[in-house]
C-alpha cells in the first residue's frame, strides 16, 4: 500500500454535475493526480448511475490503494478530529464541501478544529462560504458504521 502524502492539486473540471473538486481534494491528502482517483462520471457521464457510484468507487479505491476510507457527514468539521491527540489535531487534513460565493457546491481541504482552508482546489482559491458538510480520510478498519463501510 502506498503512503498518503499532502500535494495540493487543482481540479481539471467545472459545473455540475462533472466538476472534479472532491476528486482533486482527496488527491491533494493523498498525493496523487485527479486522473488517478476514479470518477464513474468519466465513463458513464453525469447520469444518476454516474453520481451513485462516486463515492463508493472512491471508498473502494482508497481502500485498495492506500487503506483509507472516507467518512462522511453534516455539520462544520468532522467530530472524529477531537478524538485525536493534540500536536495531531491541528494538522489533521479533511474535506470541507458547501456553496461557494459563485453559487456552486464545492469541496476544498481543510485542517485542524474548527478547520482552516488550506488548499481550494478551484483556480479561484475562494473557498466555500460555509462548511455544511465533511469527509474524513481514515484507516479502514477504524470505521465505526455500515453506512462508512466501502
Given amino acids: 500500500m502506498r503512503t498518503p502524502v499532502y500535494r495540493p492539486t487543482d481540479q ?7 466538476g472534479n473538486c472532491l476528486e482533486a481534494a482527496i488527491a491533494t491528502l493523498v498525493g496523487v493526480s485527479t486522473l488517478d482517483v476514479p470518477d464513474p462520471r468519466k465513463r458513464l457521464g453525469g447520469t444518476d448511475s454516474a453520481l451513485r457510484r462516486r463515492i463508493p468507487a472512491m471508498r473502494r479505491w482508497l481502500v485498495t ?6 467518512e462522511t457527514g453534516w455539520g462544520a468539521f468532522p467530530p472524529i478530529i477531537a478524538t ?23 469541496a476544498v481541504v481543510y485542517a485542524g478544529v474548527p478547520g482552516s482552508l488550506i488548499h481550494d482546489p478551484h483556480p479561484s482559491r475562494m473557498g466555500v462560504r460555509e462548511v455544511t458538510r465533511w469527509y474524513i480520510l481514515v484507516p479502514a478498519q477504524r470505521t465505526t458504521t455500515q453506512e462508512f463501510s466501502p
Avoid: C, K, N
Fill in 12 to 18: 481539471t473540471r467545472f459545473g455540475a454535475p462533472f
Fill in 65 to 70: 490503494e492506500f487503506g483509507l476510507t472516507l
Fill in 84 to 106: 485525536l491527540p493534540r500536536d495531531v489535531r491541528q494538522d489533521q487534513g479533511w474535506i470541507a464541501s458547501g456553496m461557494t460565493a459563485r453559487g456552486l457546491p464545492h
